[in-house]
């Protein structure tokens, strides 16, 4: 004969009692149970708050030394979005709020990292709803791309390009001050841009595009040379001429000369 198998029993929905007389009492006990479980699923939660965290105390180490007073439900780390450093402080939500109020008269004061860390409880009133927004995602460090197109050496039109609107966002500051009758002066990015030089012009180049050229004809070049003949001439009573004595040599230099 073929041996049937059996699938897996379902437990009853109305649970009975082995004993008849004793059903009601049974019934009692059940009813109990079931409204403590619920008293118990219905724990209020309390977030705190911590501050003056030190560097190294990140959400793996808050989690795991926090979870030694109850049960950490979610976990906020303030991080910068472009370097990735904690901000030094946190907030955490726990199951219950009476263990939050342990943990911060606990933690108030404590030292850790040669910090005091200051903790608080955040009355649930003011609890933002989006206050963990973004907790359970993963922190990842800022991509190197963006990292090294935020530090790059920028062109010259480039460069033109961001002082332009540098001095368009000053030009509209001063004008909002003083359309509010805000007599204030302060040090723009004007003054710190150097001037731009004039280009010096020689003294003997004419600039003028209409002045006529000098004619080279022989007649004007043999009166150029005599002008530069009668000039040598006038400064010849002008030069001087010192002649100095003979230095006598030393008898040990004649000797080798002879």
């Excluded at 009492?25 to 501050?51: A, D, M, Y």
């Excluded at 959400?59 to 030694?68: G, V």
């Excluded at 342990?102 to 933690?107: H, P, S």
């Excluded at 600039?207 to 006529?212: A, G, K």
């Amino acid at each position: 004969m073929a041996v049937k198998e059996e699938g897996p029993v379902s437990a009853p929905k109305n649970l009975l009692s082995l004993n008849p007389e004793e059903e009601f009492e049974f019934q009692q006990k059940v009813r109990n149970i079931k409204s403590q479980s619920k008293k118990h699923e219905k724990l209020t939660p309390g977030v705190i708050c911590l501050r003056r965290i030190p560097q190294g105390f990140y959400e793996k180490e808050i989690r795991e030394y926090f979870s030694q007073f109850g049960k950490v439900v979610r976990l906020r780390l303030s991080r910068s979005k472009k370097t990735g450093r904690s901000k030094g402080y946190a907030f955490l939500e726990f199951e219950c709020d009476e263990v939050a109020k342990i943990v911060a008269d606990t933690m108030n004061n404590y030292l850790i990292g040669e910090r005091l860390l200051k903790c608080n409880v955040i009355p649930p009133e003011k609890v933002h709803p989006t206050l963990f927004k973004g907790c359970n995602t993963i922190f990842k460090k800022p991509s190197l791309p963006a990292v090294s197109r935020y530090n790059k050496v920028r062109t010259a039109e480039q460069n033109s390009k961001m002082t332009k609107k540098l001095l368009q966002k000053e030009h509209q500051k001063r004008k909002r001050l003083a359309g509010k009758g805000i007599d204030y002066d302060f040090p723009g990015f004007a003054e710190q841009i150097p001037e731009k030089k004039k280009p010096e012009t020689e003294q003997n180049t004419s600039v003028n595009s209409e002045d006529t050229t000098p004619l080279c004809t022989p007649s004007v070049l043999e009166r150029r040379k005599s002008m530069v003949i009668e000039n040598d001439d006038s400064d010849e009573d002008d030069e001087i001429i010192i002649n100095y004595p003979a230095q006598k040599k030393l008898k040990g230099e004649a000797k080798k000369a002879r």
